[in-house]
């Protein structure tokens, strides 16, 4: 059975964006990037809600082959290109996606049903909607918290709506230069 891994920037006091979605606070350098693209290595889905994957979606496919491409352009644009790709939304269609479903309703059946195919892990980076819809059905195996030393005071909780307990195992934490700190969880 494949793990859904969950991957989210938070500041020190939960949020995931600022009021108005900005994410201009998140710390990112070589470092990090380097250290992401091991756990991609490890996946080959990729799963978003449709507002974070639209916006990858304008970035990723052709980033790697921009003039000013750096290492990390390169290698994930490689990636995203790969990777299946699954968006959790109620409006968008799948056609003239590519390598793209659409999962529009019975979240849980069809979330258990790719984790329950051959293959590597399905990796989720932010969507916080979408996570928060995966959290409250029990489908996220794996957490990979990126702690980064702000406090926003106000913005986008991290786990808004999120009904229910989940207990967690401290797996194994990372500190990096930038001061973020990673935090990886499992689901027990």
Known sequence: MRNLIFFMHTSL????????GEMNWIHVDEEMFDFVAIMTNHADTALYGRVTYEM???????????SNATKHDIEHSAWYNKVSKV???KTLSENGLNN?????????????ELKGQTGKNI???????????LLNEGLVDEFWLFL???ILGQGMPLFKGVTGTTNL???????FHNSVIALHYRKI
């Open 169 to 175: 195992k401290l797996v194994e934490s990372k500190t």
């Open 13 to 20: 006091d939960g949020f995931v964006a600022g009021l108005n």
């Open 56 to 66: 990858m979606q304008s970035y990723w496919p052709n980033a790697g082959q921009q």
């Open 123 to 133: 990796i989720i980076f932010g969507s916080p909607s979408a996570s928060q819809s």
């Open 87 to 89: 968006v959790l939304s």
């Open 100 to 112: 793209t479903k659409v999962i529009s309703s019975h979240l849980s059946e069809q979330i258990n």
């Open 148 to 150: 980064n030393p702000i």
